[in-house]
């Protein structure tokens, strides 16, 4: 390795990237000139400083549309990337090219431990990165046959959807690393205390080199969950007042949103939204000032926007021609927690979704780190919690809901019963060609709950007539699986009592019926699995894959999981009953194992 690659400590993190514009993400050891080279289209920035950490994003315009084309990266004036004698392809910006089908990539929840037989025995196998070594075509597929396992293209977006690190839940590595700077018998112990660690954290989440090469090559957008900061993050406002009364709790949020911003959001921005941007506007006026230290600033932000959200929006959108619009949510940090005021967005944030969410496009996706459509019966788990905390059974009740809530994470979109209406509404009026064309799917895409499926809704009966198939797909874990006993658990609210019970309770404290309904169409599952999608008209297309050991541990094979597809009309598939499809993945499985036996 060359010094200037060695001056390289992260990156590059190919962000953003449309039809003629591209931006770079790197970290430096110092304050250098960062070059980005793409056939005859160059474009250079000087580094900016946050917390003695030093950063740039390049931005490149005026590409073609629809090339791709190999590029380099060079720390004043060397080459510093792709590394001298890298196993690996050179990375590669693709353009995008209006009217080409779009084909994406999803996940979230995905652990940093190492990729021997120990990490692969506790976190199973990182399927990012098993598909990172098929991509670059270091090992072979379990089904050379199988297209999904050989993508003819690299997909335009690998959309992140929370818990791309895990601040509370640290590893060995991470552990030591703390250890090295602070007594961990003292608060917060082995979890994150300041932005020092938070950049630790993000190197060891993306220096392997096989991940570090396919997020040199394959565009990202990313979106927070809450361990990004802490398990259960903004569930309740008792939840909220227990962490601040902490002496750390100040320090992890400030830390947190900092380098979120850094690491995460910016390169989520469009060259637009760059320029309107009130941190990246003071970037630009500090850029390769190495005196600046903008850590301060960051700091002062990170309270601002934790103190009052609706300063500032985490949320943004992706148009692909008129092909598919994505609409990725915040439905972390712009809750409402007021106890006679609750929502999963405050009002401004609401009021934003509601103007994002229109037709005329041919895919409405909607990303958001929570799923808005669990299994019937954790939905109606969550609502009947929430009524029961807010006092539907009296103020014992209501400590019991609490006490319910935080035990088992019931924080998503169903215990927040005002803004799931609201959406479920909203949603019904796009798919039923109320907000523009119909689109051919409205198809919500989120991870977090560590087990994966397809669910298909409908309007209840007697409600409106809808144009649009409306799906939640759910990708999650990309490394980081339930217990069996975990899974067992989720198993029997997904397809068990649990519904009939859930809907008797939420009855009971008087929740109101959602305005749709809704089914497993696949699964759950509970492989650490990575998804993706495939657009074409009005047709859709999902597949769900996974990394398996053989021989070598540090060499998976790429093995798909479950698929899911609408016909070329934009139709569901016919739906097959439950015993058929236990009977599917239980010889499915066998055929699996007997290959391994092989």
Known sequence: MTASEDRLLLGPLLRYVDETSAAVWVETDGPATVTVTRGAATASAPTFVVHDHHYALVELDALEPGTTEAYTVALDGDRAWPPTGSPFPDPVIATLEAGRPLHLAFGSCRTSVSHDEKGNRTHGVDALRAWALRVAGQVEPADASDADLDPDRLPDLVLFLGDQVYADETTDAMREFIESRRDIEQAPWTELKDYEEYAHLYKLAWSDPANRWLLSTVPSAMIFDDHDIR???????????????TSWWHGRIVAGLASYWVYQHLGNLSPVEREKDEVYALVRAHRGDAEQDLGPFLDEFADRVDQHPQTYRWSYTRDFDTQARLVVVDSRAARKLDPDDRAMLDDDEAAWLDEQLRGDVDHLLIGTSLPFLLARGLHHLEAFSEALAQGAWGERGGRVGERLRQLVDLEHWGAFQSSFQEVARQVMEVAAGERGRA??????????????????????????ALRSTVLQAVCSPIRNPLSRNMRFATAVLSYGVAGPMGRLASRSAHVPDAPLTWTYAEGPWFDNNLAFLRLAGPSLRMWWVTGEVLDDHDRPRLAKVESYALDEDGNPPPREGFASKVGRRVRRRAKDDSVRER
């Open 231 to 245: 398990d259960d993050w903004n569930t309740s406002m008792d939840w909220r007042r227990e962490m601040e009364a």
């Open 439 to 464: 689109p051919s799917t409205v198809t919500f895409l989120s991870g977090d709950v560590h087990h994966s499926y397809v669910s298909e809704a409908r309007p209840r009966r007697g409600g409106r």
